[in-house]
């Protein structure tokens, strides 16, 4: 058994399009997606096919520009020329995974001091375990598409070669049947 989680594209594809319908079904209309890159990028593309709504990128990294980890994330890009535009909003901010929480426990922080009306977070992968910080009572709506043991996921946008990847998920979906 691998001690890795292979996801392939047509499953990114198939969660975003769940948690889509699940959005919609509670009734959250967001005005504006934000991203955090670099792995929120390709999920919030998705998004933005079942809700055409604009997408505003961020790039925060333990790692900044000069790749040296970092005690705490750092912003490598922000949307300084539109942050006006997030006041009064409803944000829907996309990351691919929820793992110490401290990316998207900084990013919210952030956003929150530009007063959007309100928050959403949606991630890919909820990972199982104590996180480094909560998010603030701000945030009251957290759709997680999946949630998972603390285990590595193995994301496709990073696979060197796709194909062996969608095998590997493949195989990793046949061996959890048995
Ligand atoms: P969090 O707030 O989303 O929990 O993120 P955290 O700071 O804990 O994560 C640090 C980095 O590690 C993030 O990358 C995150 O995407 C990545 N990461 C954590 N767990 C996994 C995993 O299981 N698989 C993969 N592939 N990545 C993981 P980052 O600094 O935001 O860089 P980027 O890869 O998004 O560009
Ligand atoms: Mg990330």
Redesign the pocket.
């Known amino acids: 058994m691998s001690d890795k ?1 292979y996801v392939g594209y047509n499953t990114v594809h198939k969660l975003i399009k769940g948690l889509a319908a699940k959005i919609e079904s509670e009734g959250f209309d967001p005005d504006v997606i934000v991203a ?5 990028f390709i999920p919030a593309r998705i998004m933005k096919t079942f809700i055409n709504r604009p997408i505003y990128a961020v790039g ?4 900044g520009v000069d790749r040296k980890h970092k005690s705490h ?1 750092t912003k490598i890009q922000w949307i300084d020329e539109v942050q006006e535009q997030l006041r009064g909003k409803k944000v829907l901010l996309i ?12 990013c919210v922080g952030e956003l929150l001091s530009y007063q959007p009306e309100e928050i959403a977070v949606l ?1 890919l ?1 909820n ?1 199982l375990k104590k ?2 910080v909560e998010f603030p009572p701000e945030i009251q709506k957290y759709y997680p598409a999946l949630e998972i043991g603390d ?5 496709p946008w ?1 696979a060197e070669d796709i194909d062996e990847h969608t095998e590997c998920e493949k195989k990793m979906l046949e061996e959890m049947k048995n």
């Not at 955090?36 to 929120?40: A, L, M, Y």
């Not at 990351?95 to 900084?106: G, K, N, Q, S």
């Open positions: 989680f955090i890159g670099s792995g929120g925060i990294s333990y790692y994330p990351d691919e995974v929820d793992d110490t929480r401290a990316t998207l426990a900084y991630v992968h990972k996180k480094d285990i590595w996921i193995k994301y990073d």
